[in-house]
T-cell receptor, first 114, second 111 residues
């Protein structure tokens, strides 16, 4: 998985609780991304980062926040989880030097919000 | 019009046949195009990238790009049961590396 790990891999939580997902890379890539994948919707971008402390919103950012204090770590936080945030969450990384750079995905985190 | 469109399938082909997967996109400014394969319960993995009009071959896989028609396709020759997966088309958006993904086409290769 191109030097990308995600933790936890599986999580069950209750509505209203905060949840933090971690993405860790060993590739020293500049760009990091958080996606969610749902049946019928495909992969949708939540937030991305183009450097330490540099982040921006994606297509479905409401209800999510992110932080990147180190090159290797990108955290996704659900401040107050809702059932609609039950999903599979993927982290991806990219060197981002040119438009030709592709993204490489981590193993994913399955989140169930009850 | 959706930004990246793919037939959801399932597309069923016999073993040894050619599987043809298609994708259309709406942003004429897109410059890079990717095909990912995703097995059930796994993460997407890159199988092909293409940036210029024409064909690009890599083993049993051929990507075809036609920017005038805003169309990109993936051909899989000599399909194997192990090729059974969902294939995702991704197109870059704007000048940054952000990708827009299609919903994927599920391919089933029957022995």
């Amino acid at each position: 998985d191109a030097g990308i790990t995600q933790s936890p891999r599986h999580k069950v939580t209750e509505t209203g609780t905060p949840v933090t997902l971690r993405c860790h890379q060993t590739e020293n890539h500049r760009y990091m991304y958080w996606y969610r994948q749902d049946p019928g919707h495909g992969l949708r971008l939540i937030h991305y980062s183009y450097g330490v402390k540099d982040t921006d919103k994606g297509e479905v950012s409401d209800g999510y926040s992110v932080s990147r204090s180190k090159t290797e770590d990108f955290l996704l936080t659900l401040e107050s989880a809702t059932s609609s945030q039950t999903s599979v969450y993927f982290c991806a990384i990219s060197p981002g030097r040119t438009y030709q750079e592709t993204q490489y995905f981590g193993p994913g985190t399955r989140l169930l919000v009850l | 019009q959706k930004e990246v469109e793919q037939n959801s399938g399932p597309l069923s082909v016999p073993e040894g046949a050619i599987a043809s997967l298609n994708c259309t996109y709406s942003d004429r400014g897109s410059q890079s195009f990717f095909w990912y394969r995703q097995y059930s319960g796994k993460s997407p993995e890159l199988i092909m990238s293409i940036y210029s009009n024409g064909d690009k071959e890599d083993g049993r896989f051929t990507a075809q790009l036609n920017k005038a028609s805003q169309y990109v396709s993936l051909l899989i020759r000599d399909s194997q049961p192990s090729d059974s997966a969902t294939y995702l088309c991704a197109v870059n958006k704007g000048s940054q590396g952000n990708l827009i993904f299609g919903k994927g086409t599920k391919l089933s290769v029957k022995p």
